[in-house]
């Protein structure tokens, strides 16, 4: 299924997603030189060692190296997410780390489930003990690692954690969660199904959740950083729908837009950054006019803009096309409809967005305002390029890195796609263009764009009360005790007890 490359334990999957973050960590760096300007140590040692742990996960041989640096980037990623000097980013450094650690939680049980049925964490081993005989306890082995993966790609319901987390975190880094540590929950779900041979056909329900209620929550985000992440969520929804598809259509799809979201997304926030940088400010309403000011970063948020859009002729109309496709082959007609949607929403929001940072009249006190560094400039650029690069040369992407991950999944079968360039492609991104255009114009005049978040929609709360309930919990059985070292001790053994009995359940 995933061919082999000499260089072993690296093959196909571990070749596109491991140069993919060799490829854009440079970029980071480059971009971090000069916008982080205090606090170097506390920002540039947990940098380098996030960087280990997001090509250690990638070029991992066996689930158990998975883990180990999966848990080094949430480590990791958190210090750089909280900054001691700000108490506000330390809530949202606290909700990312439980979260996260809770998905890593689910993750390490499902491994050492799949070990005891094995006795091997290796990918390769596991899988030719597949073609021996069934492994046991595979239902609640494939749940619990899902849902771990879920939770740490960001997907609905499992996304509260992103839309606090890239705020907090200095742009670089926010840009670095959303282009590459989400994806690694992606490439999780991915490297699971290869090597077990099983498909989720959940996802496509979860997917097609993700894309609209993530297109839903940010148009009516202020805060840009906050509106860059819930579409985070939304392009997340359109990964999984296509994996969740299978096939050579869908998983063609869905690892082509995984990589091309990691470069439009990342543009995106290292232009925001800019804007960040030069302005101070993150609010939309205190923002406008910059497009004489930045005219670069205004082009280059243009070409992310259109990309993420599914606007030819960048990249993320090319794998949005094919992931189409594939929609139309499973002849459902709700979820092409969410697809057209999603893309109008996508288009109405980044319109929004461009009108009010780089249109319009300066917000007082922006008079100084000059162009971002070219320090800052130069893996924008590179960025902005590979969006054009990739859509324009779409056949090379797919044949060079694509194909060999798909193996009998039909590699042919995604070549031979409709054709991108068509009269009926053309046709569809007028009408998202036009359906965007409407939803913006709708949506400003009935006042729906920017404000509040309806409670209905807000997952939060599900897992405040959840927290509340756990520690009322904690606090009667913390009422129980008596202080005595007899009554501490019979809790021991009793939690013990508990837990010898599950696993001897589970095993």
């Not at 742009?171 to 199904?193: D, E, Q, W």
């Amino acid at each position: 299924m995933i061919s082999q490359f000499q260089f072993f334990p690296v093959d196909s999957l571990s070749f596109i997603m491991g140069s993919l973050a060799l490829l854009l960590l440079p970029l980071i760096l480059i971009y971090s030189v000069k916008y982080i300007r205090t606090h170097h140590i506390h920002y540039f040692i947990p940098f380098f060692i996030l960087a280990l742990g997001i090509i250690g996960v990638f070029f991992s041989k066996d689930f158990l190296g998975f883990f180990v640096f999966l848990e080094l980037v949430t480590l990791s990623s958190y210090f750089l997410i909280i900054q001691p000097w700000m108490e506000d980013t330390l809530a949202a450094g606290f909700k990312y780390l439980i979260m996260n650690l809770i998905g890593g939680v689910l993750i390490l049980f499902s491994v050492l489930i799949l070990y005891s049925q094995t006795g091997s964490f290796d990918f390769i081993e596991i899988s030719k003990l597949l073609s021996v005989g069934a492994i046991g306890k595979l239902p609640l082995i494939s749940i619990a690692f899902l849902l771990g993966c879920l939770i740490k790609c960001g997907a609905i319901p499992f996304h509260t954690w992103l839309p606090d987390a890239h705020p907090a975190a200095p742009s670089p880094i926010s840009a670095l969660l959303s282009g590459l540590v989400i994806n690694i929950g992606v490439y999780g779900i991915l490297r699971f199904m290869f090597t077990l041979k099983i498909f989720f056909p959940v996802l496509v329900w979860i997917g097609v959740g993700s894309m609209l209620f993530g297109v839903i929550l940010a148009l009516r985000q202020t805060n840009i950083k906050r509106l860059l992440a819930y579409s985070s969520i939304s392009q997340m929804g359109y990964i999984l729908l296509g994996i969740g598809i299978g096939g050579g259509l869908g998983l063609g799809g869905g690892i082509f837009h995984a990589i091309n979201h990691a470069v439009f997304k990342m543009l995106l926030f290292l232009c925001a950054g800019a804007v960040i940088y030069v302005t101070g400010e993150r609010q939309l309403k205190h923002l406008g006019g910059l497009m004489t000011r930045m005219p670069v970063t205004a082009a280059f948020f243009i070409i992310g803009a259109l990309s993420i859009s599914g606007i030819p002729p960048f990249n993320g109309f090319v794998s949005k096309s094919i992931i189409s496709a594939a929609v139309v082959t499973g002849r459902e007609p709700m979820i092409k409809i969410a697809m057209i949607l999603t893309a109008a929403g996508t288009f109405a929001l980044f319109f929004k967005m461009f009108k009010q940072i780089f249109l319009g009249d300066l917000s007082a006190g922006k008079w100084n305002v000059k162009e971002a560094p070219v320090i800052m400039l130069f893996p924008m650029f590179l960025l902005a390029s590979a969006c054009l690069g990739m859509g324009v040369m779409w056949r090379r992407v797919l044949v060079v890195f694509i194909y060999p991950v798909l193996g009998q999944y039909g590699a042919n079968t995604v070549l031979s796609v409709h054709k991108i360039w068509s009269l009926e492609s053309l046709l569809h991104t007028l009408i998202v263009i036009g359906l965007g255009l409407v939803i913006y114009g709708v949506g400003m005049r009935m006042g729906w764009l920017g404000s509040a978040v309806p409670w209905i929609f807000s997952v939060d709360r599900i897992y405040v009360s959840i927290g509340r309930l756990i520690v009322m919990l904690g606090n009667i059985i913390r009422d129980l005790q008596f202080r005595s070292l007899n009554f501490h001790l019979l809790w021991v053994f009793l939690m013990l007890l508990l837990f010898y009995f599950l696993f001897r359940f589970i095993a």
